[in-house]
């Protein structure tokens, strides 16, 4: 079960971005189910002294597509040994179904389904990589499922690195912004 509570706290970062940033930050639509998210530093980024980096995420519904860019501020860089991993993540409130539990249930136990079903998913897009010898990381991402149930993109710092045994969750969240469900859902059904 602690590893279970740990999977919850690992989340609960990303819920933060996902219930707290649509008031910051408005993202603007574009055609064809394309958004650009401007992304706004989070709390923990001053521990860091990255509190002044500047980012978005360009998506594109109907590519099923992101891309994350993060640039650092002047003199400033990664703590050592840590990396940038970017996020998708479903919003503050339960995306799970019966409808997908047709045969049984999430995990296959009942309780942990229904617990983990209150917490948000976080989906990793993987690591930025640095462009050169800027200070601009960049991250591609691409799946075959629709991006509809996702309501915010994120970065974290992985101070592990993402080397060796590392912890796959999410590390600590440098910044992130809302998606806009109403137009990803429009897009999707546009087709």
């Known amino acids: 079960m602690k590893q279970h509570t740990h999977f919850a ?34 709390p923990p980024a001053q521990m860091a002294g990255l509190q002044k980096a500047t980012g978005y995420a360009d998506v594109n519904v109907k590519t099923s597509t992101l891309k994350i860019s993060v640039t650092l501020p002047p003199g400033k860089s990664l703590p050592a040994g840590t990396v940038l991993e970017g996020w998708l993540s479903t919003s503050g409130k339960s995306t799970a179904s019966s409808a997908d539990e ?9 309780d942990l389904a229904m617990k983990l079903g ?18 601009t990381y960049v991250g591609h991402f691409h799946i075959d499922n629709p991006l509809t149930p996702y309501g ?3 970065v974290t710092l992985e101070s592990d690195g993402n080397i060796g045994n590392y912890d796959p969750r999410p590390g600590t969240p440098l910044m992130g912004g809302p998606l806009k469900a109403e137009s990803m859902m429009k897009s999707t059904m546009m087709g």
């Open 102 to 110: 047709k045969f049984g249930p999430a995990f296959g136990k009942s």
């Open 9 to 42: 706290l690992g989340t609960l970062a990303l819920l933060t971005v996902a219930t707290v940033l649509p008031t910051l930050a408005a993202p603007k639509m574009g055609m064809m189910g394309r958004q650009r998210v401007m992304m706004m530093p989070l």
């Open 118 to 135: 209150q917490t948000p998913y976080a989906l990793s897009t993987g690591l930025l990589r640095r462009v050169g010898h800027s200070r």
């Open 152 to 154: 915010a993109v994120a």
